[in-house]
């Protein structure tokens, strides 16, 4: 039973516009999530986090919202630029574990076209 | 600027052999984690450690083993490689903060033929 479900495999967008990755969860007892980017052959590397107790989070370009009631959480990368072609996982944790025992997505692979 | 390390980067090797993947932090990190992942889905976390001499097996069972005797380095091994182990494995670090990210390197991609 998949508790953390991106159900985009892929996206494309146009080079300066928005991107937006969405991450569905099951298991109400998430109270943190974070988003990973990876690019090939290369581990996933830290974006942005939300706690529970917030619906938004912003950092630069990026944009985490979450909606509790929904169990859906959103990414929002604005403007889009070609660097940001990679995958991008969606995790959770639950209580004490905070950041580190994750439950990750699939991935969506996201594609910045010029 | 990786601050962990795994080799080897791929690996090809035979059923039955023994492998160990080796991992290492140069950050000192306390929690260090061992996630597997197959091509187009989720990672999985097979092993973490709070520390050393503390292994803890994940949410997904393995059939791999690990160590901590140094602060370092968590090693993984599989005492007897099959097909099934083909996959890529990734090892990841994290200080003590409660919301501290996980540092992961860029794995080691393992095919057992």
């Known amino acids: 039973d998949q508790q953390v479900k991106q159900n985009s495999p892929s996206l494309s967008v146009q080079e300066g516009r928005i991107s937006i990755l969405n991450c569905d969860y099951t298991?109400?007892?998430?109270?943190?999530f974070l988003w990973y980017k990876k690019y090939p052959a290369e581990g996933p590397t830290f974006l942005i986090s939300i706690s529970s107790i917030k619906d938004k989070n912003e950092d630069g370009r990026f944009t985490v919202f979450l909606n509790k009631s929904a169990k859906h959480l959103s990414l929002h990368i604005v403007p889009s630029q070609p660097g940001d072609s990679a995958v991008y996982f969606c995790?959770?944790?639950?209580?004490?574990?905070?950041?580190?025992?994750?439950?990750f997505g699939q991935g969506t692979r996201l594609t910045i076209n010029p | 600027e990786a601050d962990i390390y795994q080799t080897p980067r791929y690996l090809v090797i035979g059923t039955g052999k023994k492998i160990t993947l080796e991992c290492s932090q140069t950050?000192?990190?306390?929690?260090m984690y061992w996630y597997q992942q197959d091509p187009g889905m989720e990672l999985h976390l097979i092993h973490y450690?709070?520390?050393?001499?503390?292994?803890e097996k994940g949410d997904l069972s393995s059939e791999s083993t690990v160590s901590r005797i140094r602060t370092e380095h968590f090693p993984l091994t599989l005492e007897s490689a099959r097909p099934s182990h083909t996959s890529q494995y990734l090892c990841?670090?994290?200080?003590?903060?409660?919301?501290?990210?996980?540092?992961f390197g860029n794995g080691t991609r393992l095919t057992v033929t």
């Open positions: 298991n109400s007892m998430f109270d943190y």
């Open positions: 950050m000192g990190h306390d929690k």
């Open positions: 990841a670090s994290s200080d003590w903060g409660f919301n501290s990210p996980l540092h």
């Open positions: 450690s709070y520390g050393v001499n503390s292994t």
């Open positions: 995790a959770a944790s639950a209580g004490i574990q905070g950041a580190q025992k994750l439950v």
